[in-house]
């Protein structure tokens, strides 16, 4: 598959749920899919105007007010992307990994109190995804399955670098003059 933007696919899935606006569309976004993809929101409405042109999408009605429907080439297009493989899984970019890399440069208890910082965010990460499966349990969509299957990924994931972040805490107090 070629290096398309997924934006347009992060649109069509959107569509599947009903015509938007492209304000609701990125509040939809930010909702429900924002805790594992993030969409840069200045490409939002160029996407929905490419895949206009495109006939993957189209107005409800006349007017530029009027929300986007998806077409049935649209949803096509969606499910050809869906039937193929994922072409990356996150990109590693983690400045906590880089200082802890160069760990032995910094102040002494620096790094300890990044990583208390980072512990603490991800329990609160940890309580949103525990409040947000709560939220999907009660649905009673045909897609809470899979949206389940997002959120539980998140929290494996808060999980494990919980776990990381104490190993990583007792090796730098083990490592300590």
Do not use: C
């Not at 006349?62 to 969606?78: I, K, Q, V």
């Not at 208390?116 to 329990?123: D, M, N, S, T």
């Amino acid at each position: 598959m070629s290096r398309t933007s997924k934006t347009r696919y992060a649109v069509l899935g959107m569509l599947t749920h009903g015509p938007m606006t492209g304000y609701r569309l990125r509040e939809e976004i930010n909702g429900s899919v924002g805790h594992f993809w993030r969409e840069s929101f200045g490409q939002l409405y160029p996407t929905l105007a490419q895949l206009e042109d495109e006939g993957l999408v189209r107005r409800t009605g006349t007017t530029r007010s009027d929300p986007f429907e998806l077409t049935d080439a649209g949803r096509g297009a969606l499910r050809t992307w869906l039937a193929g493989e994922a072409e990356s899984l996150t990109p590693e970019r983690n400045e906590l990994l880089l200082q802890l890399f160069f760990g032995r440069e910094a102040p002494p208890g620096v790094l300890q109190g990044h990583l208390r910082r980072h512990w603490e965010a991800l329990e609160q990460a940890r309580s949103r995804y525990a409040a947000l499966e709560q939220l999907v349990l009660a649905q009673d969509s045909p897609d809470r399955t899979y949206w389940l299957i997002t959120v539980r990924h998140g929290i494996a994931l808060v999980d494990a670098t919980l776990a990381w972040n104490a190993d990583a805490s007792a090796l730098l107090e083990e490592d300590l003059p």
